[in-house]
């Protein structure tokens, strides 16, 4: 799943927003080529519905009508707040996300689609032979 960010309590919203959109690109990139661009749009739009109901402002940047993450949107709204603000709001979407998809498709696959160490051999499995 995706891994909370460190956040240092010196860091200003700007760095913890920074933080936060970065793991929305690693998301990105990790999701995009298995669910879409539109996919990974809607989960993002759900997790800024469901963490919007903690903080309100979130929803602010969201139009609903975009096929890709408005990532640019988010950086605005975190940055704009204080860093506490900002980190708590940011952590609590990331971790809407992990509970949104590892209820969609199960904690495991969520670990190795979204694992820092994309390659499945790297924890010792063994190749398949799909040739087959």
């Not at 700007?14 to 749009?41: H, M």
Request: glycine share 10%; net charge negative.
């Amino acid at each position: 799943m995706v891994v909370p960010i460190s956040i240092r309590g010196n860091d200003d919203a700007s760095r913890v927003a920074e933080a936060i959109v970065s793991r929305w690109r690693d998301i990105e990139e990790a999701l995009s080529p298995i669910v879409g661009t539109l996919g990974v749009a809607t989960l993002y739009r759900r997790c800024i519905f469901l963490a919007g109901r903690t903080h309100p402002w979130l929803m602010h940047g969201e139009t609903g009508d975009t096929p890709t993450l408005d990532l640019g949107a988010l950086h605005a709204l975190l940055a704009g707040r204080d860093s506490a603000e900002a980190s708590a709001a940011g952590q609590l979407l990331l971790s809407t996300f992990n509970d949104l998809i590892g209820r969609l498709i199960g904690t495991s696959l969520a670990d190795r689609l979204l694992s820092a160490h994309p390659d499945p051999f790297a924890a010792g499995e063994a190749p398949q032979d799909t040739s087959k």
